[in-house]
């Protein structure tokens, strides 16, 4: 028998969402959303510079050079020799191999718009690569912010953008008010963030820094487990010092926004 994918409720409700959103705007938006790639998966670059390679490995021949927010096609993940012994996942390209600690795996999906937002808005998921909060709703108004693939944003008024688009005014958690393109925002449904579990269970997250991964715990059994990236520098010897508190920490508060 092949090996088995486990999917959890809410991964579960997060595809269909998204899958739904696709087929209802399929035909009534000109592909792909706001120029990015044709493809289920995409990734987009989070570095200033890196090196795409015809192998999945640093020392082979860097085949094209890419740029800080540039979103290529991720035709499949592949395990390579990592730049760092922490990850050896490549993203294999159109152009090349990628080490994946250098982008963000995102999709390109635009949503139904809303017809009615209520007073105390809803909270919406950012399910294209980009695209940018701007401080009113017009494409040439200037731009507050660059918003990314799966940021978490309030959206509480739909606007008719003066460039004849459908915004949404939508607002961070400390309350920064900017305007987006509507069909960019899935909207989060109830079921998503709903308590999972009595609340009897005995639950911890394990975090590995050298290891960069994560594991979530629920009554002495793993179920959940992803790769991460803390936060890090160097100092004066070149050896790596973590800027994450190291410890035991106890969660106290939960935001819909992180």
């Not at 922490?86 to 191999?97: C, D, M």
């Not at 399910?127 to 709703?137: A, D, H, K, M, Q």
């Not at 050298?210 to 050896?239: M, P, T």
Request: glycine letters at 10%; charged letters at 25%; a negative charge.
């Amino acid at each position: 028998m092949g090996e088995t994918t486990r999917i959890h409720r809410r991964d579960f409700l997060r595809l269909a969402g998204a899958g739904l959103g696709a087929v209802a705007l399929r035909g009534s938006l000109r592909p792909p959303f706001q120029g990015f790639p044709s493809g289920d998966r995409l990734c987009r670059i989070t570095e200033v510079k890196v090196d795409l390679h015809s192998a999945p490995r640093p020392g082979s021949p860097v085949v094209s050079t890419r740029g800080f927010d540039d979103v290529l096609v991720l035709l499949r993940e592949v395990v390579g020799e990592g730049v760092y012994p922490h990850n050896h996942v490549w993203f294999e390209t159109p152009e090349g191999y990628l080490w994946s600690s250098e982008a963000q795996p995102v999709r390109n999906v635009p949503n139904p718009l809303e017809t009615t937002i209520p007073a105390e808005g809803i909270w919406t998921e950012l399910s294209i690569p980009y695209t940018e909060g701007r401080v009113r709703p017009d494409a040439s108004a200037p731009a507050r912010y660059r918003l990314y693939y799966s940021m978490v944003l309030n959206v509480n008024e739909r606007v008719a953008g003066d460039d004849g688009g459908t915004w949404y005014r939508v607002e961070d958690e400390n309350g920064v008010v900017m305007f987006a393109p509507g069909e960019s925002f899935r909207v989060i449904t109830p079921d998503e963030i709903a308590p999972i579990g009595t609340g009897l269970e005995e639950k911890e997250i394990l975090v590995n820094l050298e290891r960069q991964d994560l594991s979530a715990i629920e009554d002495g059994v793993e179920v959940y487990y992803c790769r991460i990236s803390s936060g890090y520098a160097f100092d004066k010897e070149g050896k790596r010092v973590w800027n994450t508190p190291i410890g035991q920490n106890w969660t106290w508060r939960k935001m819909v926004s992180r």
